[in-house]
């Protein structure tokens, strides 16, 4: 397990796949506001935040990217997601379980 | 693991970062805008959109700070960056730098040379096989006047060596070398002979490539006049011609029976053309 900032890092990371393979090809902003928007809002991340953690989805070669045009005629940056990211969310959501698990157990054996 | 993974593409960034500066500039912006936009159909006005934008999105030096940290590799890039500060300073004050360049390029020259003394006397060994079991024998003289002074040993005291110190491969040679005339055949040239005892070759690992070493019958005062070549005597003179064994060659004007050719390569100290029997 990693320090506070990698458990974040995973989490933001998972949000991104999991959006991306609900919504198809979105750009960075679409990304952000998608996140606020199913977290209720109670995510009050800046929306800057997602940019490192795409460039670092993209590294692993996990989402592409290219240049195209939203719908209000602007250029702008797409993401997709790639073959190995898609087989990479069902392996991240069980990272997530196994921690949620553990920190469950954790708190309730404080008790 | 998770490093190892990203290397290639941080490493490959770091020759690009002018390029992709540009295009995080350009995505930056389009995400700023997009908000802005969004926020205008919700009723703000331009002004107002745009800040909110702004506030939503966080720092965007800050962004692009940890995005240029994930990109590249940090380390290496403060690294040139103080590299390029060091060169500009430099460069505004020349006659240090001046001063130092030259104090270094002394020091540094001086250092060389000693080391490279030092390693051919003492560190390095001696190219023949066994070097820390070979050395060498002087006499010393003490009485009235004492010294540490070093004496060549004469030829009896070394008979004496030869004959009762069987553990003893010893060997003498002629103290410098002589230019002999040689005459073989039609071709005359002044070459540097040396004058060995039967083990000299023994003594220094070498043994001839052809042919056959001295024996000890030919340390024997009036024993037979044979004679080794060197290889390189071997090739300019007698063009590696192998029935050169056994033939006599002119010496002095005495005529030397030509017994062997030391290989190629073979050291020795005097490094001379010909070597005759003591």
């Known amino acids: 397990m990693g320090d506070k900032s990698d458990v974040l890092q995973g989490t933001l990371d998972l949000m991104v796949l999991k959006t991306l393979e609900a ?4 750009h960075g902003y679409g990304i952000a506001r998608r996140i606020e928007q199913v977290s209720d809002n109670a995510l009050c991340l800046n929306q800057g935040t997602i940019y490192p953690a795409l460039l670092r989805l993209e590294q692993r070669k996990w989402i592409k990217s290219a240049w195209g045009v939203s719908e209000s005629n602007r250029r702008a940056k797409f993401y997709s997601l790639s073959a190995l990211g898609r087989k990479q969310i069902t392996e991240e959501i069980e990272n997530w379980e196994r921690i949620a698990a553990t920190m469950a157990r954790f708190l309730t054996a404080a008790k | 693991m998770d490093l190892i993974q990203i290397l290639p593409s941080r490493i490959a960034a770091l ?8 295009d995080l500039d350009e995505e930056l912006r389009a995400h700023i805008e997009l908000a802005a936009e969004e926020n205008r159909r919700r009723g703000m006005s331009a002004q107002a959109a745009r800040t909110q934008a702004l506030r939503d999105f966080g720092g965007v030096t800050q962004t692009a700070e940890a995005y240029r940290m994930q990109r590249g590799i940090p380390f290496l890039e403060a690294l040139l960056q103080d590299g390029h500060y060091a060169l500009r300073q430099l460069r505004r004050n020349p006659g240090f730098t001046v001063t130092v360049v030259v104090t270094l390029a002394l020091a540094i020259g001086a250092n060389t040379a000693i080391f490279s003394i030092v390693n ?3 560190l390095k060994s001696l190219p023949y096989p066994q070097p820390d079991r070979m050395g060498t ?3 010393r003289i003490s009485g009235t006047t004492a010294s540490d002074e070093r004496h060549h040993i004469d030829g009896e005291q070394w008979e004496l060596l030869r004959d009762n110190v069987p553990a003893l491969i010893s060997a003498i040679t002629s103290f410098v070398n002589s230019g002999v005339n040689l005459q073989a055949g039609s071709r005359a040239q002044y070459v540097q002979g040396m004058r060995v005892s039967a083990h000299y070759f023994d003594v220094l690992g070498i043994q001839p490539a052809i042919g056959r070493n001295f024996t000890s019958d030919e340390d024997r005062p009036h024993g037979p006049q044979t004679v080794i070549l060197s290889d390189r005597l071997w090739r300019e003179l007698f063009a590696a011609d192998r029935k050169i064994l056994g033939q006599a060659i002119l010496l002095k004007g005495a005529s030397y029976t030509v017994i062997g050719v030391l290989p190629q390569g073979a050291v020795t100290p005097s490094n001379a053309d010909v070597y005759t029997a003591i």
């Open chain 1, 23 to 26: 919504m198809g090809p979105l």
């Open chain 2, 120 to 122: 051919a006397l003492m």
């Open chain 2, 137 to 139: 024998i002087y006499t």
């Open chain 2, 15 to 22: 020759f690009r970062t002018k390029a992709l500066d540009a």
